[in-house]
């Protein structure tokens, strides 16, 4: 391992890094772009570097993508990338208020702390993490997507029904296009291009993206700028503390974003949203969150960094990669006649652990860059919103357009946009909706394979059995009673005011 | 008349007429086999429970007068609703112009004119100013896509 580190710390790993690390910082921040494809880009352009320096590069890339993707989230309320979503539930509030320097300084330092505790996992905790990972089977996913679904309680705003409603919704969007059990067709119109499904990106950029845009729009005569904004000195120093305050906090989020991240197919978004909810569940003053509280950025972003470096343990370990992003790169791996699992531990451990260290240090890395682009990046807010509205919708509609270069997803995108523009009139909330949208593609593939497996034996022996099917059913409970009662004083102290 | 206008601009009124219709629809175009419409249909019932709920709520605030039309528009929002629509329009034509006059134009066009008609004050400096803008903007949007990731845009069908 401290070969590795001396081979990770070599200016050749350290320069490749780098490259990948302002890639991912664009990458992250153009809605419409995700780590996947900005990593499948890259891979072409490694071939003519040294294995270890050209997974370093590709492994900068995501972590960083998984940093800025927070950018938008926070000062336009729109997620560079699925992951970023629950970032923006209280990083914009914090830009509207002002606060919008603190909000990405949090993000940036809390991105880095996840980064490092993920990549510390990956270099010390490989083995045992992924023999509980192994123990996810489809029931334990289902409950995983329902415990996360609970986060609706949080997010729904004043009326929790219209919550739920807003996440049925975005359940039943994730479910067009070809069902999971006979192919079979559904909601998709006789449409070709809906067979494959709505795009995620294309739809998490109409629901949170369009709407904004149009209620910028909306909102010119009254206002000019997104919020006031004035730079301060020693925010960065005085927000670092405000996240190292919390080490229980930190561990939580971190623990959970690692864990999350090892699940294949779970990755970063749904360890964002369930830190999210977990930090709004532990915290003290829930009423805060949703509303600009910088420990719900810190959750999200804790978490989300820290599942990038833990979605290569079942890489390494397995040959099972963890996320789409740790996909590619095993591709890449296997481009070079290496194969990722057990026995590239054994055959080239250096490899294997000075991938870790690049990525320990990419977190680092991470934060400098992200602490020096800082100052430029909150001016955004400084730009009128005359000029901002049109700028961001027409990066709307190339984000949707690029991930698929399909032309249907921009019409996707704008359809679901006014719907939820529309919907807000109502009361909606679009945090559900897109909660809705990313955790339906976890959940019913999870839920169908489930249910074959039942037929076998039973569906009380496959849901409700074993201790991480118990565990995971009482703390969804557990999370709606918390917020059902919390609501109910809520309630009755707004009767007795 | 008068009192079915005023139902219809209470926002739970309104709510209850939107989820039903769309668990309607949805219940609508499901089939029979379980494990292909387990997962849509419990997300359907959920909404037709919700729909039913603000159903209860709506009729019982009907039939205590207490209707609340929280959905009317004040005379002075119009303003700002034209533009709104006026913006969607821009969007339409943009997409409809796409195709047909490629990235360059399309785009150039909805930004320039965007930009523009959102400027209070319209004078040959500012429309200069938006257009410089939205030039700079194309020129960043299409060298990072294009060039970087190589997202191919579309090209104009009238010029090749």
Known sequence: MIEAFFLAISPSYLLYMTIGILLGLIVGTLPGLTATMGTALLVPFTFALPTGEGIAMLGGLYVCAMFSDAIPACLVNTPGTPAAMATGFDGYPMVQQGRGQEAIVAACFSSALGTMFGAACYLLLAWP????????????????????????????????????????????????????????????????????????????????????????????????????????????????????????????????????????????????????????????DKNTFGKGNVHGVTASEIANNAAAPAAMIPLVTLGVPGSSPAAVIAGALMLRGLNPGPELFATDGVLVYSFGWSLFIAGIVVFFVGMLATPLLVKVIKIPLRLLAPLIMFLAIIGAYAIRNNIFDVYMMLAIGIFVFLARRLGFHPGPIGLGFILGPIIEPSLVQALYISDAVGVQKIFFSGIINITLISLSVISVAAVALSRFKARRLAKQA | MTQITKILKDSDVVTTLLLFAIASIIYSGTGTDAKDWVFPL???????????????????????????????????????????????????????????????????????????????????????????????????????????????????????
């Not at chain 1, 739920?164 to 067009?176: K, N």
């Not at chain 1, 909601?187 to 993206?209: D, H, K, Q, W, Y």
């Not at chain 1, 729009?217 to 927000?239: C, M, N, P, S, W």
């Not at chain 2, 909805?110 to 959102?118: D, G, K, R, T």
């Open chain 1, 129 to 284: 993490m992924i023999s509980i990972a192994l123990q996810f089977g489809p029931p334990e996913f289902f409950w995983l997507g329902i415990f996360a679904l609970t986060i609706i309680g949080s997010l729904a705003g004043d009326s929790i029904l219209k919550g739920l409603a807003g996440g049925a919704i975005g359940l039943l969007i994730s479910c067009v296009g070809i069902s999971h059990a006979t192919e079979l067709n559904r909601f998709t119109m006789n449409i070709p291009e809906l067979r494959g499904g709505v795009s995620l990106v294309a739809a998490l950029i109409g629901v949170f993206a369009v709407p904004q845009v149009l209620s910028m729009v909306l909102g010119l005569k009254r206002q000019e700028y997104i919020a006031e904004y004035r730079a301060e000195k020693g925010v960065f120093l005085k927000t670092i503390l405000k996240v190292l305050s919390r080490p229980i906090h930190f561990l939580r989020s971190a623990a959970i974003g690692s864990f999350i991240g090892i699940l294949p197919g779970a990755g970063s978004p749904i360890a964002a949203i369930v830190s999210y909810n977990e930090a709004v569940r532990w915290s003290k």
């Open chain 2, 42 to 160: 419990m997300a359907c019932f959920s909404l037709f429970a919700i729909s039913a709920f603000f159903l209860v709520k709506s009729i019982s605030k009907i039939m205590t007068g207490k209707i609340v039309p929280d959905l009317e528009i004040d005379v002075e929002q119009i303003p700002s609703i034209i533009n709104v629509i006026f913006f969607s329009f821009f969007i339409f034509i943009f997409l409809l112009i796409l195709f047909a006059f490629g990235f360059w134009i399309a785009s150039l066009a909805l930004l320039w004119v965007s930009i523009a008609y959102f400027n209070p004050d319209n004078n040959i400096k500012t429309i200069v100013k938006s257009f410089v803008v939205s030039l700079i903007s194309c020129l960043i949007a299409y060298v990072v896509f294009t060039h970087i990731f190589y997202v191919p845009f579309p090209e104009s069908r009238l010029f090749g």
